[in-house]
């Protein structure tokens, strides 16, 4: 039976933005914060597959600024985070959670390194390969978890180990970044191959001596951050203002590839990295047609799908080997087998400037959410926000837009200069460009109002913040 175990944290990796599960996906809510399978998120999956060895007390998410202030803000405000105020791969996320954990706690404790947001489905088979992994980690080896592969499959890094000695966890030979078709297929036919999976157990003192040797670049920014949080300074300050320093590597380019104590433990766990619609449909619960349907879908004689309904009634007929995924701002179809090339699309969709990559129609944010209704090029745009009891929005200004509130349903309190005022229902107010103003709710039931904005322009990042309550003042 499992047990939780002593001086052991998890440390998961979630700042990766949303393209291969596009449209669904997007770059202020990527995957990881999204339901694709049972009731959990693929983050909070991650998480309470832990319990009992690793209690939720001693897990920590990694993952940016941006996320954490904003639509994934409500999955992440209970737990212990690592904010990055830059992207800068996982090598410098790694060493500063390792080096972090070890000065707070004044032990070395054992990692487990998880990305956020991969699926699996047998989680006792997980639980015994962590135990297994732990007990090389206790030995001063790198661990990293390889899937045994069940095809020649490309989308995957390999990893080959050293089989000949009888042992759970068996030293690695050498990495292969993704391979063609040729070579996967020689590696299959030739034995000792695995899966990269990016999930790895160590002690945080033996990373942080393999990242001192093989990444000198990253080290010295290292050290000067540590030397800060431990005379005091705030670490997560320390970190905002010092991350960006650290050069951009991955943990496997970085150390494991030139590392001599890696050591591979063979998993066999239901895993998958959901890294595609055909995926999610490889793990999705299907009906006597092979269709994988969820939210508000008719089929009629269809056959082996993927149809998937967020916001309307979505009907189909005689479709075989498709993806359908429909949101309120966009539809995707593909032939199954060719999602993939989702990238292609984001790609054209940055190119031409348009946000549907960036965010959804509704739009989360820590004191409630916004839904654009209308948006148009001659100067106005309409919004719905609902404002949480007891939230309220930055106080702030634009210098390009006046606001228009209506209040449709609760009482706002409003800050408008020097004013601060009370809007009910079937009132409203005025908000002139330049004004400093603030928006909160006050009362017991969600605020719900209607804002028409009018300028010249109508972006998001057109906000100065005065004062916030979630952290982003002065952005």
């Not at 410098?92 to 032990?107: E, K, Q, T, W």
């Not at 989360?364 to 309220?392: C, F, M, Q």
Request: proline content about 4%; some cysteine.
């Amino acid at each position: 039976m499992s047990q939780e175990v002593n001086n052991t944290v998890a440390v998961i990796l979630a700042g990766g933005s949303g393209t291969r599960l596009w449209p669904l996906s997007r770059q202020q809510l990527p995957k990881q914060f999204l339901n694709l399978k049972g009731d959990e998120t693929l983050l909070g999956g991650t998480i309470s597959r832990l319990h009992p060895l690793i209690s939720e007390e001693d897990v920590w998410v990694v993952t940016s600024e941006a996320l954490a202030t904003g639509e994934a803000y409500a999955a992440l405000n209970e737990l212990n985070t690592i904010l990055e105020p830059v992207g800068r791969n996982t090598a410098p996320a790694i060493a500063v959670a390792a080096a972090l954990l070890m000065d707070r706690s004044g032990s070395d404790p054992t990692m487990l390194v998880l990305p956020a947001d991969h699926l699996i489905q047998d989680v006792e088979g997980f639980h015994d390969c962590l135990n297994r992994a732990m007990g090389a980690a206790e030995k001063g080896a790198l661990v990293t978890f390889g899937i045994e592969p069940t095809r020649p499959d490309t989308g995957f890094g390999y990893i080959q180990v050293d089989q000949e000695r009888e042992t759970e966890a068996f030293p690695v030979i050498r990495f292969t970044e993704k391979p063609d078709l040729k070579t996967a297929e020689s590696f299959l036919a030739e034995g000792g191959y695995y899966w990269n999976s990016g999930m790895f157990v160590w002690k945080a003192s033996t990373i942080l001596d393999e990242i001192k040797l093989h990444l000198p670049d990253l080290w010295p920014v290292l050290e000067t951050m540590r030397d800060k949080w431990q005379q005091g300074e705030a670490w997560q300050e320390v970190i905002r203002h010092g991350f960006a320093d650290m050069p951009s590597i991955s943990i496997d380019y970085g150390v494991m590839e030139k590392s001599d104590r890696v050591v591979l433990v063979p998993c066999d766990i239901g895993w998958s990295d959901v890294g595609s619609w055909d995926a999610v449909y490889d793990i999705s619960d299907r009906d006597e047609n092979g269709n994988a349907l969820a939210g508000d879908v008719l089929s009629f004689d269809c056959k082996n799908s993927l149809i998937r309904s967020e916001s309307k009634l979505l009907a189909a007929v005689n479709l075989e080997d498709v993806i359908v995924v429909e949101t309120p701002d966009a539809i995707l179809l593909s032939r199954r087998g060719e999602s993939q090339r989702v990238r292609e699309i984001v790609d054209v969709i940055k190119a031409r400037g348009s946000r549907e990559h960036i965010e959804h129609r509704t739009v989360l944010r820590p004191w409630g959410s916004y839904t654009v209704l209308e948006d148009h090029l001659s100067g106005y745009k309409l919004k719905k926000i609902e404002v949480n009891p007891g939230a309220s929005l930055s106080l702030q200004s634009h210098r390009q837009r006046s606001e228009h509130w209506v209040v449709v349903s609760g009482t706002a309190t409003v800050t408008r200069g020097e004013e601060v005022f009370t809007v009910s229902v079937n009132e409203s107010t005025f908000i002139p460009i330049g004004e400093k103003h603030r928006l909160a709710n006050d009362g017991a039931e969600p605020l719900q109002i209607v804002e028409v904005q009018v300028g010249d322009y109508l972006g998001e990042d057109d906000i100065e913040r005065f004062d916030d309550d979630y952290g982003r003042s002065g952005e």
